[in-house]
Protein backbone atom coordinates (compact mmCIF):
# COMPACT_ATOMS: atom_id res chain seq x y z
CA UNK A 1 0.00 0.00 0.00
CA UNK A 2 1.25 3.48 -0.73
CA UNK A 3 1.49 6.07 1.29
CA UNK A 4 1.87 9.42 -0.60
CA UNK A 5 2.45 13.04 1.42
CA UNK A 6 1.99 16.59 -0.02
CA UNK A 7 2.28 20.12 0.64
CA UNK A 8 0.65 22.93 -1.41
CA UNK A 9 -0.26 26.58 -1.68
CA UNK A 10 -3.61 27.67 -2.32
CA UNK A 11 -4.09 31.03 -3.62
CA UNK A 12 -5.96 33.23 -0.90
CA UNK A 13 -9.43 34.46 -1.21
CA UNK A 14 -11.04 33.97 2.08
CA UNK A 15 -14.25 34.32 0.28
CA UNK A 16 -13.85 31.37 -0.93
CA UNK A 17 -11.91 29.21 1.67
CA UNK A 18 -14.95 27.77 3.03
CA UNK A 19 -16.46 26.22 -0.17
CA UNK A 20 -13.09 25.22 -1.37
CA UNK A 21 -12.53 23.93 1.84
CA UNK A 22 -16.13 21.91 1.65
CA UNK A 23 -16.23 20.91 -1.69
CA UNK A 24 -12.67 19.54 -1.20
CA UNK A 25 -13.45 17.01 1.79
CA UNK A 26 -17.21 16.33 -0.14
CA UNK A 27 -15.48 15.32 -3.14
CA UNK A 28 -12.53 13.36 -1.67
CA UNK A 29 -13.92 11.45 0.70
CA UNK A 30 -17.01 10.28 -1.79
CA UNK A 31 -14.06 9.38 -4.28
CA UNK A 32 -11.85 7.73 -1.45
CA UNK A 33 -14.30 5.77 -0.12
CA UNK A 34 -15.53 3.97 -3.35
CA UNK A 35 -11.80 3.35 -4.38
CA UNK A 36 -10.70 2.18 -0.69
CA UNK A 37 -8.05 5.01 -0.05
CA UNK A 38 -7.88 6.91 3.41
CA UNK A 39 -6.07 9.71 4.58
CA UNK A 40 -5.86 13.24 6.10
CA UNK A 41 -5.74 16.93 5.39
CA UNK A 42 -4.77 20.07 7.10
CA UNK A 43 -5.20 22.94 6.27
CA UNK A 44 -3.68 26.25 7.77
CA UNK A 45 -1.90 29.74 6.63
CA UNK A 46 -2.87 28.92 2.96
CA UNK A 47 -1.68 25.83 2.69
CA UNK A 48 -2.62 22.12 2.25
CA UNK A 49 -0.66 18.89 3.47
CA UNK A 50 -2.45 15.88 2.64
CA UNK A 51 -1.58 12.03 3.35
CA UNK A 52 -3.22 9.45 0.83
CA UNK A 53 -2.78 5.95 1.28
CA UNK A 54 -4.04 3.25 -0.63
CA UNK A 55 -3.42 1.14 -3.57
CA UNK A 56 -0.64 2.38 -5.73
CA UNK A 57 -1.38 3.11 -9.07
CA UNK A 58 -5.01 4.69 -7.54
CA UNK A 59 -3.32 6.83 -5.48
CA UNK A 60 -0.82 8.23 -7.82
CA UNK A 61 -3.64 8.72 -9.85
CA UNK A 62 -5.26 10.90 -7.97
CA UNK A 63 -2.53 12.47 -7.08
CA UNK A 64 -1.93 13.61 -10.74
CA UNK A 65 -5.39 14.97 -10.75
CA UNK A 66 -4.70 16.85 -7.51
CA UNK A 67 -1.57 18.62 -9.31
CA UNK A 68 -4.08 19.44 -12.03
CA UNK A 69 -6.20 21.10 -9.71
CA UNK A 70 -6.21 25.00 -9.74
CA UNK A 71 -6.70 25.25 -5.59
CA UNK A 72 -3.52 23.63 -5.52
CA UNK A 73 -0.01 25.49 -6.27
CA UNK A 74 3.84 24.95 -5.76
CA UNK A 75 2.88 21.08 -5.13
CA UNK A 76 5.62 19.33 -3.15
CA UNK A 77 5.30 15.87 -3.36
CA UNK A 78 7.18 14.09 -0.33
CA UNK A 79 8.95 11.00 -0.11
CA UNK A 80 6.49 7.71 -0.89
CA UNK A 81 6.13 5.20 1.48
CA UNK A 82 5.14 1.88 1.60
CA UNK A 83 2.53 1.12 4.57
CA UNK A 84 1.23 -2.78 5.39
CA UNK A 85 -2.39 -1.31 7.07
CA UNK A 86 -3.78 2.54 6.41
CA UNK A 87 -2.47 4.69 9.27
CA UNK A 88 -5.79 6.44 8.49
CA UNK A 89 -8.09 3.74 7.92
CA UNK A 90 -10.93 4.89 9.89
CA UNK A 91 -11.61 7.58 7.53
CA UNK A 92 -11.70 8.11 3.97
CA UNK A 93 -10.89 11.72 4.22
CA UNK A 94 -9.92 12.89 8.03
CA UNK A 95 -10.28 16.84 7.81
CA UNK A 96 -8.20 18.52 11.05
CA UNK A 97 -9.07 22.08 11.65
CA UNK A 98 -5.59 24.80 12.65
CA UNK A 99 -4.39 23.62 15.73
CA UNK A 100 -2.15 25.03 18.61
CA UNK A 101 -0.43 21.52 18.62
CA UNK A 102 0.39 21.19 15.15
CA UNK A 103 1.84 25.13 15.78
CA UNK A 104 4.02 24.10 18.79
CA UNK A 105 5.27 20.88 16.35
CA UNK A 106 6.43 23.39 13.75
CA UNK A 107 7.81 25.88 15.86
CA UNK A 108 9.82 22.94 17.66
CA UNK A 109 10.97 22.47 13.94
CA UNK A 110 12.07 26.34 14.05
CA UNK A 111 9.05 27.62 11.77
CA UNK A 112 7.58 30.71 12.69
CA UNK A 113 4.23 28.92 11.22
CA UNK A 114 2.50 26.16 9.64
CA UNK A 115 5.46 25.57 6.88
CA UNK A 116 4.99 21.70 4.73
CA UNK A 117 6.79 22.61 2.10
CA UNK A 118 9.52 23.52 4.64
CA UNK A 119 9.61 19.82 6.11
CA UNK A 120 12.33 18.05 6.19
CA UNK A 121 11.70 14.03 5.81
CA UNK A 122 12.89 13.07 9.19
CA UNK A 123 9.74 15.69 10.66
CA UNK A 124 7.37 14.01 8.21
CA UNK A 125 6.82 10.96 10.98
CA UNK A 126 5.78 13.61 14.06
CA UNK A 127 3.45 15.20 12.11
CA UNK A 128 2.22 12.27 10.55
CA UNK A 129 1.60 10.86 14.26
CA UNK A 130 0.10 14.55 16.00
CA UNK A 131 -2.31 14.59 12.65
CA UNK A 132 -3.26 10.48 13.36
CA UNK A 133 -3.80 11.52 17.23
CA UNK A 134 -5.65 14.75 17.10
CA UNK A 135 -9.44 14.98 17.26
CA UNK A 136 -11.46 15.02 13.30
CA UNK A 137 -13.26 18.38 12.98
CA UNK A 138 -16.72 16.79 12.64
CA UNK A 139 -18.31 20.09 11.67
CA UNK A 140 -19.38 20.69 8.39
CA UNK A 141 -17.24 23.44 6.87
CA UNK A 142 -19.72 24.82 4.60
CA UNK A 143 -24.04 24.12 3.22
CA UNK A 144 -24.03 22.17 0.10
CA UNK A 145 -25.86 25.13 -1.67
CA UNK A 146 -22.77 27.28 -0.26
CA UNK A 147 -22.88 30.81 1.54
CA UNK A 148 -22.85 32.56 -1.73
CA UNK A 149 -26.00 31.46 -2.50
CA UNK A 150 -27.54 32.12 1.05
CA UNK A 151 -27.19 35.81 0.01
CA UNK A 152 -24.35 36.72 2.75
CA UNK A 153 -20.58 37.62 2.58
CA UNK A 154 -18.72 36.05 5.73
CA UNK A 155 -16.53 38.54 7.62
CA UNK A 156 -13.88 36.24 9.12
Known amino acids: MLQLCYASER ?15 SVARKFNKAHQINGVLYYSHGKFFQC ?44 VHKHSEISSLFSRFGLGQF ?29 PQGYKQRGYIPYF
Open 11 to 25: IESEQELLQDLSDIL
Open 52 to 95: LEGEAEVVENLFQSICRDPRHHQVLRFQDATVERPHFSEWSMKY
Open 115 to 143: EPHALQQEQLSGFLELLYRLDENQANLAS
